[in-house]
Nanobody, 124 residues
Framework: EVQLVESGGGLVQAGGSLRLSCAASGFTFNDYAIGWFRQAPGREREGVSC????????YYADSVKGRFTISSDNAKNTVYLQMNSLKPEDTAVYYC?????????????????WGQGTQVTVSS
């Protein structure tokens, strides 16, 4: 059974930090690009960041560059998103996705798997 289990969301004040984790199972981890997209009420879905498990190449949305860092522990089949200097506009449901598309702004729409989402709320 394919599973993407997200954890680490929550409520934080502006300027604070959170670390999201995405634990994957049930598929060949190294075949996929894995990362995060987010969706806030009334806003378009946005690809935040992703990493190729095989090559290590990464993608970051301009809105998070310099603040967020993605990493992959291939031994644990887990991808992490360290989010620093959080802003109220980062508030959204963050979804983990594993897709066959390589890192890009729309990687998450490729064929693959998606998690259930975790809420991140940044208060001002």
């Amino acid at each position: 059974e394919v599973q993407l289990v997200e954890s680490g969301g929550g409520l934080v004040q502006a300027g604070g930090s959170l670390r999201l984790s995405c634990a994957a199972s049930g598929f060949t981890f190294n075949d996929y690009a894995i990362g995060w997209f987010r969706q806030a009420p009334g806003r378009e879905r946005e690809g935040v960041s992703c990493i190729s498990s095989s090559t290590g190449s990464t993608y970051y949305a301009d809105s998070v560059k310099g603040r967020f860092t993605i990493s992959s522990d291939n031994a644990k089949n887990t991808v992490y998103l360290q989010m620093n200097s959080l802003k109220p506009e980062d508030t959204a449901v963050y979804y983990c996705a594993a897709t066959l598309y390589q890192p890009s702004s729309t990687w998450y729409v490729g064929p693959g798997y998606w998690g259930q989402g975790t809420q991140v709320t940044v208060s001002s």
